[in-house]
């Protein structure tokens, strides 16, 4: 076992504090494509079992037992004929699969904690298992050094991907086009894949959140929003840029100075022991006030924010948690309830950072036509927008910035920070 993953289950086992019970952390199984074919969908390990095997393995299971020395064993199936002679696969180190139910039994009577993808028919206590789960999302939530690494090659192999893609940029090319020449980059540079699905928007299609590249073509003068991230070893990058094509508007540039501005400013504000939700507040407030300065907006900026003016064209939370997977170990730190104001709705986190946290900060302005064409939404804020100019504006698109940051014990590191920001 790598030095790295015996520290961190030897972490690990101090903060879940079973006392009697037991661990069992599963994999999950592949499944296969409903037509068939023999094929199955991409397998991935869930993260909780990745994280605290080391490795991909369908069918695994961590186990651990808080009475005996180490206490982790690593179950895997024995691997078959058919799949030596299909998939080339070889046995992975373990004790067998087969010897888990046995490991199981002998401690009948103690409490069962399931995480991961659970054993089907595998008895757990569902009360111990959700504490117990929110004490491993907690004590994943500082990165270690692998982890760390891990994210930064991620990084590395992301940035040639953006600078690639700046070449592309011209009247004519297609989403899809743009998605393929960056993600043949990341591979290129070491990805094992995409951390998630690629999103390029061009036009109006950039004020879609999550928008998946089609085979429309960029025109001269329209806003191109990329998001995507190389992963290396499941572990990932998750950026964000926003370009226009050809020579931007005055209106264009000054938009997007706004969420450039407020990007920057929340940056500085992770540093440890900072609260989450207060940090997003402050971005917004800042948009609003940008907002207010462009004409878009009408009022005082701290008021229209508590009014949830904002959320009209900054509809979701500042950032996220990173690193084994998009939003990882995002959530409410322990004993805190979500909250239940309408504009935190979409907010990943509420917690104060601390040292090796990593979190994304992607604040963004759209001109989405579903909320600002809505009727209620003009009622209720009618005298807090200027109707006529984002009439003007409202198949514009958007603008989001969004990097990686690692907050450490002095000023916060920008992971990504190769990836320049420029509109053209």
Same mark, same amino acid.
Not at 37 to 58: I, K, M, N, T
Not at 64 to 77: L, R
Not at 115 to 143: F, I, M, N, S, Y
Not at 225 to 245: F, H, N, P, Q, S
């Given at each position: ?5 015996? &520290?961190?289950?030897? *972490?690990? +086992? #101090? /903060?879940?504090?079973?006392?009697? %019970?037991? $661990? ?124 760390? &690494?891990?994210?930064? *090659?991620? +990084? #590395? /192999?992301?940035?040639?991907?953006? %600078?690639? $893609? ?259």
């Amino acid at each position: 076992m790598s030095d790295f993953l015996s &520290a961190r289950r030897t *972490r690990i +086992a #101090a /903060a879940l504090q079973l006392e009697d %019970a037991i $661990l069992l952390v599963g994999a999950g199984g592949p499944v296969p494509l409903p037509e068939n074919s023999d094929q199955q969908y991409p397998f991935r390990s869930h993260a909780e079992y990745f994280y605290l095997a080391g490795a991909e393995c369908a069918g695994g299971v961590v186990t651990f037992d808080p009475h005996e020395g180490e206490g982790w064993t690593s179950f895997v199936p024995a691997v078959t004929e058919g799949e030596r002679v299909w998939e080339g696969r070889e046995q992975l180190p373990g004790t067998p699969l087969a010897a888990l139910e046995p490991w199981v039994h002998q401690r009948r009577g103690r409490p069962v904690v399931m995480l991961g993808a659970p054993r089907p028919g595998g008895p757990a206590d569902d009360e111990v298992t959700r504490l117990v789960c929110a004490r491993l999302t907690h004590a994943r939530r500082p990165k270690d050094a692998h982890e760390i &690494a891990l994210i930064r *090659r991620a +990084a #590395a /192999a992301t940035a040639p991907g953006y %600078a690639k $893609l700046r070449g592309w940029l011209r009247a004519g090319v297609t989403e899809r086009a743009l998605q393929i020449e960056l993600e043949v980059e990341f591979a290129r540079h070491g990805a094992t894949r995409p951390g998630y699905g690629t999103i390029i928007g061009t036009g109006p299609n950039s004020a879609i959140l999550h928008f998946e590249p089609s085979g429309r073509a960029a025109r001269e003068g329209e806003f191109v929003l990329v998001d995507a991230g190389a992963e290396i070893d499941r572990y990932m990058a998750d950026v964000t840029r926003t370009y226009v094509v050809g020579t931007p508007s005055a209106f264009q540039r000054d938009l997007y100075q706004v969420v450039l501005a407020a990007e920057e400013r929340a940056i500085a504000r992770c540093v440890p022991g900072a609260e989450w939700k207060q940090i997003h507040l402050a971005a917004a407030v800042e948009m609003v006030s940008g907002l207010v300065d462009l004409g878009v907006m009408h009022g005082a900026p701290e008021t229209l924010v508590e009014q949830e003016a904002h959320t009209l064209f900054f509809p979701h939370g500042l950032g996220h948690m990173v690193g084994l997977g998009v939003r990882d170990g995002s959530g409410l730190q322990p004993g805190r309830a979500k909250d239940p104001r309408p504009c935190l709705r979409t907010l990943r986190m509420d917690l104060p950072l601390a040292p090796d946290y990593v979190v994304t900060i992607e604040p963004g302005i759209y001109f989405i036509p579903a909320l600002l064409n809505d009727p209620a939404r003009r009622a209720r804020y009618r005298d807090a927008v200027n109707w006529p100019l984002v009439e003007q504006h409202l198949h514009l698109g958007g603008v989001r910035i969004e990097d990686n940051v690692l907050v450490t014990t002095g000023a916060p590191e920008v992971l990504t920070r190769a990836i320049p920001k420029a509109l053209d």
